[in-house]
């Protein structure tokens, strides 16, 4: 057993809990690790060692997947390091708004273009 382990909110409470068969029950295990001192070590060792079902560090296991599939990716606009688990990113949050208005402010002026066209 890790010795962070000795440190953790959780340690003597009923283990189901941290096995949710509902919301009401998650939330409640949530509020076990938000307030535990070894909340990082505990998901670290969830994701690491590919923990099945169950709430750990505040995360259940789909989110624990997600986590693990977020990869440091760099923006080919402004060259900032950003986490996406697209493999087909290129651009960061910021960027990706930017890039989404021009796209918009593009299409507009084609249709405007078109319809310049057809009254002319
Ligand atoms: S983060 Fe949650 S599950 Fe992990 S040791 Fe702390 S209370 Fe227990
Ligand atoms: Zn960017």
């Not at 440091?72 to 996406?84: F, H, I, Q």
């Amino acid at each position: 057993m890790p010795r962070w382990q000795d440190e953790a909110a959780c340690k003597g409470a009923d283990v189901n809990i941290f096995f949710p068969s509902n919301r009401h029950e998650s939330a409640l295990a949530c509020q076990y690790c938000k307030k535990c001192p070894v909340k990082q070590e505990c998901l670290d060792f969830a994701v690491t060692e590919h923990l099945e079902g169950g709430v750990y560090g505040g995360l259940s296991e789909a989110e624990r997947d997600r986590l693990r599939r977020l990869k440091a990716r760099r923006c080919e606009t402004c060259d900032a390091e950003y986490l996406s688990t697209s493999h087909t990113a290129r651009y960061c949050p910021d960027c990706r708004g930017d890039y989404r208005h021009e796209r918009a402010v593009a299409a507009r002026r084609v249709q405007l273009r078109m319809r310049w066209e057809e009254v002319g």
